[in-house]
């Protein structure tokens, strides 16, 4: 197989620190997000607030928003310099400015489909996302869909057999928080 040979920009991590909005560095170029719509914000407020109360109280680390920037140094093979996820789950050292972006990968990432992630083109950059995600060191990679009512839980020990968790399911996601459970009906009564 042939690798494609990578074409890269001239930005860097410190010029994705400046950019207004939910941004990522791949390959040198920054890649803007457009704002999510009013039921993905929604779902990943929810998870964000009940995974936090969760960790809060039995685990190290910490959970964060889509605003958290995690740098990748050295950059992936896909050219992968940094992550933004919906939802994310650290453990692991404060960054040493802590203004920066946290160096290295989170344990667990959540990615809640808005309305451009459908489709084939959206499905093959999702599952490459996630080979980076791994190859970083993520555990866990959940894809919250709100059309479908399901969250479907790839594990780095077996990503190509994730768990496909649905409406009346408790969804975890072990083994990177270890001992949490979202009710996925109760999740999914967010309209």
Do not use: C
């Amino acid at each position: 197989m042939v690798m494609p040979v990578l074409t890269w920009g001239t930005s860097t991590l410190a010029d994705l620190a400046r950019v207004d909005g939910k941004a990522e560095l791949i390959a040198g170029r920054i890649v803007t997000f457009m704002p999510t719509g009013y039921l993905p914000s929604r779902i990943a407020k929810w998870i964000l607030r009940h995974l936090d109360d969760f960790v809060e109280g039995n685990l190290e680390g910490e959970v964060f928003t889509d605003s958290i920037g995690y740098q990748i140094d050295p950059f992936l093979v896909s050219g992968r310099q940094s992550f933004s996820p919906d939802v994310s789950y650290y453990v692991g050292p404060p960054p040493s400015d802590s203004m920066s972006f946290i160096e290295g990968a989170p344990a667990l990432a959540v990615e809640v489909r808005s309305a451009n992630d459908y489709g084939r083109a959206a499905e093959r950059t999702m599952a490459a996302k996630r080979e980076d995600y791994f190859q970083a060191g993520t555990l866990v990679v959940w894809d919250v869909d709100p059309k479908a009512e399901i969250v479907t839980a790839y594990r780095t020990s077996d990503p190509t057999a994730p768990n496909v968790f649905q409406k009346n399911d408790l969804a975890d996601a072990e083994p990177a928080v270890p001992g949490w459970k979202l009710a996925l009906q109760d999740l999914f009564a967010i309209k």
